[in-house]
């Protein structure tokens, strides 16, 4: 029977409860609706009104790909699948293209050109497209000698950043300060590598470089691999660990990674366990702990709080001058964006 | 000519080829998938590269990804995906053809 592909709404009751069985059927379960939400499109592909097969994308991520191989030729109906959502990011102008997949469908990806950047016994991280992780890294400064490293997302850079990056540079011929691209704080990722930057200008052994998408957010893996939210984080995380390890600390000769304490965090708290857990011992750990002014740790929530309440005064005692210079000239655009709905009470 | 944009033609389905061209720094860089890689991988790039330097276009990365298609199909592929990169998909390209 010929096979056609449809769009599919997952809105409507009736298609989703479809989607959600077809799925479920293979293993795939466990998801919520909020994990649902975010995914820009789904697509179904039927014979008559039996679905067969599907996948998803949010952003440039494809999702939820499953495939019911009973009445196909060898994999054919995946590259259908994985063809359109291509086809269709590529309309989009999207063309780098990411998958998170169980180890065991990590070949059937690579079949259709993706390439493994690390896996995981539980999870497989692979990428399509013009450019790949070998790239990114090629056009990152390169020093001669070891190097350290801190990976932030400064959301905006605060004097706690700014305590962490002088003690690497204090401790280390050199460091580099990622800065996660992933937009999805109150500061987009332009605004926070530029404060970093900005911040950190006088430190003559300091780099700054884009965490691109390498540096993965907590928000593109998809939960259906996990019981919690805990274990969401912790699965996550390693991957992202493992990227850092096995990709990007070789080609950079990155020998040891700062990280801050965070008394207030649990999804940081089990970041940096993990990071414990999985660097060492390629990648020594240096815990630093974190910079308190008036017997309060800084925290970039409080300075997001204070923006909201319009107490811009309070800054001088959270953040360098070149960062409150920026919310200063920002101010209203990024009250703005806090009434428009952008949330700025998480990490 | 130089590449204005990233740009893609093809399916990963059987007995065709995805295409997508890039701008590219260093020459013609071909990158290909392929089941018949070993026994046609060379045949399949100089396809590739033949329509790339009929076009004249000097820097470009073409990542392609076979599944056993024909050598026509490899060639309209590569000319469709050429023309979008280049901007010039309005004007066919007779001479290339």
Redesign the interface.
């Known amino acids: 029977m010929d096979a056609e592909i449809r769009e599919m709404n997952l809105h409507n009751p009736d298609e989703f409860e479809q989607w959600r069985s077809f799925l479920s059927g293979l293993g795939i379960a466990n998801f919520t609706a909020d994990e649902v939400d975010p995914l820009d499109g789904t697509i179904g592909l039927f014979e008559g009104d039996r679905l067969m097969g599907t996948g998803s994308y949010s952003e440039n991520v494809l999702k939820y790909i499953g495939v019911c191989h009973k009445t196909s ?1 060898n994999g ?1 109906y995946f ?2 699948i ?3 959502l ?2 269709q990011l ?1 309309q989009q ?1 999207i ?1 780098h293209v990411f998958v998170f997949t169980k180890p065991q469908y990590s070949d059937s990806f ?4 993706f390439q493994e950047i690390v896996h995981s016994e539980s999870a497989a991280f692979l990428e ?4 790949s992780i070998t790239d990114y890294l090629a056009q990152i400064p390169k020093f001669a000698g070891e190097s350290a490293a801190i990976v932030m997302n400064a959301n905006p850079f605060t004097l706690g950043h700014r305590y962490l990056v002088e003690a690497a540079a204090q401790q280390s011929a050199h460091v580099y300060v990622f800065v996660v691209s992933t937009d999805k704080s109150l500061f987009n990722s332009q605004e926070r590598f530029e404060m970093v930057q900005a911040g950190t200008a006088d430190l003559k052994n300091v780099d700054v470089v884009s965490g691109s998408d390498y540096l993965v957010s907590y928000a593109t893996f998809p939960a259906y691999f996990l019981k919690s939210d805990k274990s969401r984080v912790r699965y996550q995380t390693t991957i992202d660990a493992l990227i850092f390890k096995e990709r990007i600390a070789p080609a950079l000769n990155i020998t040891t990674r700062y990280l801050g304490t965070e008394p207030h965090s649990e999804t940081t708290n089990v970041y940096n366990e993990v990071l414990e857990s999985v660097l060492p011992p390629t990648v020594r750990v240096k815990i630093i702990p974190r910079k308190e002014t008036a017997g309060k740790i800084i925290s970039a929530r409080d300075v997001r709080l204070a923006i909201k309440d319009n107490r811009l005064e309070s800054l001088d005692t959270l953040v360098p001058k070149t960062t409150a210079t920026f919310i200063t000239e920002h101010r209203a655009e990024l009250q703005e964006r806090i009434r428009k709905g952008m949330k700025i009470d998480g990490n | 000519m130089e590449i204005k ?4 033609d093809g ?4 007995s065709d080829i ?1 295409i ?3 701008k590219g720094t260093d020459g013609v860089q071909i990158d290909l ?1 392929s ?1 018949v890689q070993e026994r046609f991988g060379a045949q399949i790039k100089q396809t590739i590269a033949a329509v790339v330097a009929a076009f004249d276009v000097d820097n470009v ?1 073409v ?1 392609a ?1 076979d ?1 056993g298609a024909l050598d026509c199909v490899i060639k309209a592929r590569t000319i469709t995906a050429l023309q979008r990169a280049l901007g010039t998909s309005a004007e066919p390209a007779w001479e290339v053809l």
């Open positions: 030729e054919a590259n259908k994985v063809s359109t291509l086809t590529g102008g063309f690579q079949h259709v050109g399509t497209g013009p450019t | 944009k990233t740009a893609m399916t990963l389905e059987s995805q997508t061209v890039s998938t089941d990365n990542k990804v599944q």
